[in-house]
């Protein structure tokens, strides 16, 4: 027996081996939490290998930066005057854009919507790769100590880069989205068709769980839908770029990413995200919406004489402006979603004179005062509103 | 000068330094884990597999190619988002495997050492896609052509990359 074992050592040592890991891996299949021994491992090789891949990473930063800021200035003074030109189009864009969002702020508010704001977001360096073409993930420096946690969301400004799957003290591992077993809640911005983004084997992004019984376009962008409870509502993801029918009666939309996934540096991790309702300015009586057409509308005869104080083709009311909130230190704005909040001091000018609450068609005004209904919720734009049953979307 | 005795053949046996046994296979898991970030190319070569056959090879002991396989396998394995022992049983056999073959073979020239990278590169994947479809259920993909193209790529590095670890030989 003994000649027997010692003839075949290297064999019972190999059988040993190898069943002492088919037998963990399968201890780790079929538990669905982390055990403490592996992350053990986990830990241990990342604390080993990050600090050589951050200090490559700074040392190249730093070649980088020395090289872009004081060698090679060429052409920076053209790209500083196209810089300025575009800022110049930007500007006039921002003010029309942000019209439309306040309108859109106060008809979520009318609605009882509720909206996700980023908050608070931490800025880190990706600094390395799992290496593996099976596994599609990066890690990034910064980890518990900064305030991250798993399931927070990782974005850049082009769009959704992944989610933080493990959190080390100063390092933290991303899954990104277009790994196989990630998967975001996503919706097409304009047919509003909701699906699941997953990543595939090869490493491409693709669109499930989206019914075939509407025509979608490639070319289309793609949001987050908020319904994974990881990523906010509205960040772009990619755009789609191929349609095709796919297994049942869902269709297979191949979509690319916003970000690019193969090249990222630089990323931001959502560490907070707040959900209320979008704040309207309004101080001042209450004003109906007839009042409002009647300062508008200049053929009115029995309007006093109070000119519009604004330009002409600029609608008066608040003029938003893009504001960022307060971040911790150390934290960074998220260029995603900006808050947009009325400027002060810019309100609706108090009504004149009483009017009706209901014109009789849109295009027609009140003549004549009528007596004002009694006390209505007001819901900042001065709108009353006809009071609802608990539940019951407003009228 | 310690010599083993196999087939009539006299085969060298090789030993490492502690530093160079623990930072040759840390440093190939940094790089591995590093340069896709700017080459993402570089996914399909896999220098930690090459480490195992190196060692293992240079060793030529069946015992210790294969837990220098399971310990940089397991290691490479705890920065994948996968479980731990994919890579792990993969290099196992290969190192138990590249080290049995050692014993036998010449394996100090460039031709043997590139056959052997490119034979051991297909049975470490073959392993890895049986594991993963067996045991973890992973959906992955069997290419030959890109199978065959990775192989061949890690060959060619295996024979440069040899003869420069050779530096770091002992003669046990």
């Known amino acids: 027996m003994e000649n027997l074992i010692h003839r075949y050592r290297n064999v019972t040592i190999l059988v040993a081996v190898l069943f002492a890991q088919i037998l963990g891996l399968a201890v780790q299949v079929k538990r669905t939490s982390e055990n403490q021994s592996t992350r053990l491992i986990r830990v241990w090789t990342t604390d080993a290998i990050t600090p050589l891949e951050r200090g490559t990473v700074l040392l190249h930063l730093g070649v980088r930066d020395l090289w872009r800021n004081y060698l090679n200035l060429r052409g920076v003074r053209e790209e500083n005057r196209q810089l300025k030109q575009q800022v110049q189009q930007l500007r006039i864009e921002q003010t029309r854009l942000s019209e439309d969002a306040e309108q859109a702020h106060r008809l979520q508010a009318l609605l009882g919507f509720k909206e996700q704001f980023i908050s608070q977001t931490v800025a880190a360096q990706v600094i390395g790769t799992s290496g593996s073409e099976q596994s599609r993930s990066v890690y990034i420096d910064k980890g518990s100590r900064d305030g991250l946690k798993p399931d927070m969301a990782v974005i850049t400004a082009d769009g959704v880069v992944g989610k933080v799957l493990r959190v080390f003290a100063s390092s933290s591992q991303v899954l990104l989205i277009n790994d196989q077993t990630s998967g975001v809640g996503a919706i097409l911005e304009k047919s509003r068709l909701q699906g699941v983004l997953r990543g595939t084997v090869n490493g491409q992004v693709v669109l499930e769980k989206v019914m075939s019984d509407e025509p979608v376009q490639p070319g289309e962008k793609v949001l987050t839908s908020g319904g994974d409870q990881i990523f906010p509502k509205g960040l772009v993801v990619g755009t789609v770029t191929k349609v095709a029918p796919g297994s049942e009666l869902f269709l297979k939309i191949q979509v690319r990413p916003a970000a690019d996934l193969t090249r990222l540096e630089e990323v931001l991790v959502v560490t907070q995200v707040e959900e209320k309702a979008p704040e309207l300015v309004a101080s001042g009586p209450p004003m109906r919406a007839s009042d409002i057409l009647a300062q508008r509308l200049p053929s009115v005869p029995d309007k006093p004489a109070e000119p519009a104080k604004t330009p002409v083709g600029q609608t008066p009311g608040p003029q938003p402006v893009a504001e960022v909130t307060a971040h911790a230190a150390g934290s960074t704005p998220s260029p995603a979603t900006p808050q947009l909040k009325p400027a002060s001091g810019t309100t609706l000018p108090p009504p004149t004179k009483p009017a009706a609450t209901k014109p009789s068609t849109p295009t027609q005004t009140p003549r004549a005062p009528k007596k004002p209904p009694p006390a209505q919720p007001d819901v900042g734009l001065g709108l009353q509103l006809e009071p609802t049953a608990p539940g019951e979307p407003p009228q | ?172």
């Open chain 2, 1 to 172: 000068m310690p010599i083993t005795y196999t087939s009539n053949e006299q085969i060298e046996v090789y030993r490492f330094s502690a530093p160079a046994a623990i930072a040759i296979p840390l440093f190939a898991l940094a790089v591995q884990a590093f340069v896709p970030r700017w080459l993402p190319f570089f996914n399909i070569f896999d220098l930690p597999l090459l480490i195992v056959i190196f060692f293992a090879l240079a060793r030529r002991s069946q015992v210790a190619g294969l837990l220098t396989g399971a310990v940089i396998g397991l290691l490479q394995d705890s920065l994948t988002i996968h479980p731990l022992g994919l890579y792990g049983i993969s290099k196992t056999v290969v190192g138990y495997g590249a080290s049995s073959l050692g014993v036998k073979l010449d394996v100090e020239n460039a031709g043997s050492r590139f056959l052997v990278t490119l034979f051991f590169y297909v049975v470490h994947e073959f392993v890895y896609f049986l594991i993963a479809r067996g045991l973890v259920r992973l959906t992955v993909q069997w290419s030959w052509w890109h199978e065959l193209g990775s192989a061949l790529a890690n060959a060619i590095v295996a024979v440069a990359l040899f003869a420069f670890l050779d530096r770091f030989k002992q003669r046990a």
